[in-house]
């Protein structure tokens, strides 16, 4: 059992449930009086288990929106390192932070738009977001909490501004034709796609007769990366960051490189893993191919460690349709498993990316309405969150932001506060690490054209202080993921004899690295081998792993309006004394296991191991 001592914080607010608007009238006072702010404790969470390896749970932040160190109201690093408490503050034995244990920030690197996916200097920082040394500085406060970063790289086109393209654009505005003299006269001629045809997926080069490839944009010039040339740049460019302490890549629009070839693609980023891991052998790469699982699963093939799980994703996806009640429990953990058999034929050492949003997708809050939205919203969150692999939230989604339409309103500015907690009030707060979390003073503006909408849900301020927030419960979520490293790192098995409607179990299982107990570890691989699936096994769970701990955890979930029961002694693997370890409730109702009798609450998550 953990101990945690936090500061009390007492504060009165003239209306605390519906405070939302900035004028709100707020007093500070010594006592704990009617409304008060407190830090909800669990003290009964088991102790979290949180190991060093690319099985992590990482944030995704765009800088831009995050938060504001300088009063331009644009985001920048010094204002994400400033927050890094928020994410992680290197301690596992505090309870104050999420509990993610990397960051991926989208592009930083100098560009002419706001969202810096066309680059203009690949070994810079652009000047809205600070300097260098600013990003060296939060490196370093990074890597102190125990937090990786991982910075977006865009390779499949630069800015037209980019030097490179404007060399090539001059010169082909004085060359009418291009011959054996150009590579040396101008060698960014060859580091794009240009041609005198008119084909799809080109753009004219205005003043010439050229045309060159610009699969997202006119602004966006894809790079020719059968460039030796290129690629050398690039190695350059991956050296440089890995010099600067990243500890990976995300890659942007991996389907885009050569585009409808995919033997193509896989042998650039066959090439592009085996230059960064020479550089970095602990380097973590993720690569993101928007389209359906057989794609990118075969992407695997490249030695890339982790590719973005789409199909789980976005509100059509298996996450949003769980939640939604729409599909069966029991198909998320069958899916999970295809996946896994299937990637695993690729590489061995895959890790899956599941994700459930991004800054390309329309936020969560909008998936769903009706009765039970808020139940809906949390529980996809903790879907995410137990799945295998490095599972990435998009910031904002762990406190329910909204955001849909043009791409704009997809990347809002995080709600730190909307003014119930000011920076005024934060003084009656005790603790230094809560003040820094909850300062709002640098909200950021968000993108020029974002639209003008409301949040549905309020924003950081009030939801830390509430037990039932969407916050709170992402973070025990987080936390359920900590506890138990085998749920990141195991495989699938589903329970079918657990498992119904509204209802589905799932073991989760490793196998590898037996216990001195080997006797007792029967957890051995699907492919016909015993995992406690039959009655000749003794127990699957209870089985303790020197490394993983819980060899196996059985997971269920009830994503149906009504309570359920369920006889755990149904299934073989139960073992004599199950226990029910972790309960994720998304309303007041907690799950309560007598004998092997488990009644699980609507939309609630239950651990037994
Ligand atoms: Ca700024």
Request: hydrophobic share 30%; glycine share 8%; with cysteine.
């Amino acid at each position: 059992m953990r101990k945690r001592a936090l500061a009390a914080i007492t504060l009165l607010c003239a209306v605390l449930a519906g405070c939302s608007s900035n004028d709100a009238e707020i007093e500070t006072t010594e006592n704990n009086v009617e409304g008060a702010f407190t830090v909800p404790e669990d003290e009964s969470l088991p102790p979290v288990h949180v190991l060093d390896d690319k099985y992590r749970t990482t944030y995704e932040i765009f800088v831009y929106s995050f938060y504001d160190s300088d009063g331009d109201g644009i985001g920048d690093l010094n204002g994400v390192r400033q927050k890094l408490d928020y994410i992680n503050d290197g301690d596992d034995k505090t309870s104050t932070d999420l509990g993610c244990n990397a960051i991926w920030l989208m592009p930083i690197c100098p560009s002419p738009t706001y969202h810096k996916y066309d680059v203009t200097d690949y070994k810079d920082i652009d000047p809205e977001y600070g300097t260098m040394s600013d990003f060296e500085e939060m490196v370093k406060e990074c890597h102190r909490r125990g937090i990786k970063v991982y910075t977006d790289l865009v390779l499949n086109h630069t800015s037209t501004e980019h030097p490179w393209f404007k060399e090539a654009k001059e010169y082909l505005k004085n060359h009418t034709d291009i011959d054996s003299k150009t590579e040396e006269e101008c060698p960014y001629v060859y580091y794009y796609n240009f041609t005198k045809e008119q084909q799809t997926g080109y753009e004219r080069l205005n003043g010439t007769e050229w045309y060159y490839e610009a699969r997202f944009w006119s602004g966006m010039p894809d790079l020719n990366l059968d460039n030796e040339k290129v690629r050398a740049e690039i190695s350059d460019i991956t050296q440089f960051w890995t010099d600067k302490g990243v500890d990976g890549f995300r890659l942007d629009a991996v389907t885009s490189y050569y585009t409808n070839d995919n033997e193509k693609n896989i042998e650039f980023m066959t090439w592009l893993n085996d230059t960064v891991k020479a550089q970095n052998e602990d380097a973590y790469i993720v690569g993101e191919a928007w389209t359906n699982s057989s794609i990118y699963g075969s992407y695997y093939a490249s030695g890339i460690d982790s590719f973005f799980d789409f199909d789980f994703s976005g509100s059509e996806g298996t996450i949003a349709a769980v939640a939604r009640g729409k599909k069966q429990p029991l198909l998320f953990a069958k899916e999970m498993q295809e996946e896994e058999k299937a990637y695993a034929s690729y590489n061995d050492f895959y890790v899956n990316a599941p994700f459930y949003t991004n800054h390309d997708m329309a936020r969560s809050a909008g998936y769903f309405t009706g009765r039970g939205t808020e139940q809906k919203v949390k529980m996809a969150g903790a879907l995410n969150l137990l799945m295998g692999g490095n599972a990435f939230i998009y910031y904002g989604e762990e406190l329910g932001m909204k955001g849909s339409g043009k791409d704009e309103n997809k990347r809002a500015p995080m709600q730190w506060g909307n003014g119930v907690v000011n920076s005024d009030s934060a003084d009656a707060v005790e603790s230094e690490k809560i003040k820094i979390i909850l300062d709002a003073s640098g909200m950021t503006n968000g993108p020029k054209d974002m639209e003008k909408f409301d949040m549905i849900y309020h924003g950081l301020d009030q939801q830390l202080f509430d037990k039932t927030s969407i916050y709170n419960y992402y973070k025990k979520a987080i936390r359920l993921r900590n506890t138990y490293p085998v749920i990141a790192r195991g495989n699938t098995q589903p329970v079918e004899v657990l498992s119904e409607d509204k209802l589905g179990a799932f073991v989760k299982y490793k196998n590898s690295g037996l216990s001195s107990n080997s006797e007792d570890y029967i957890i051995l691989d699907e492919e016909g081998n015993n995992i406690g699936m039959n009655g000749s096994v003794k127990s699957a769970l209870g089985i303790t792993d020197p490394y993983y701990g819980e060899a196996a955890v059985l997971v269920v979930i009830n994503n149906g309006d009504e309570a359920k029961v369920i006889d755990l002694s149904k299934w073989s693997g139960t073992g004599d004394d199950p226990e029910l370890s972790f309960d994720l409730e998304t309303g007041d109702e907690a799950a309560s296991l007598e004998g092997t009798n488990l009644t699980i609450p609507s939309y609630g998550i239950v651990v037994i191991k």
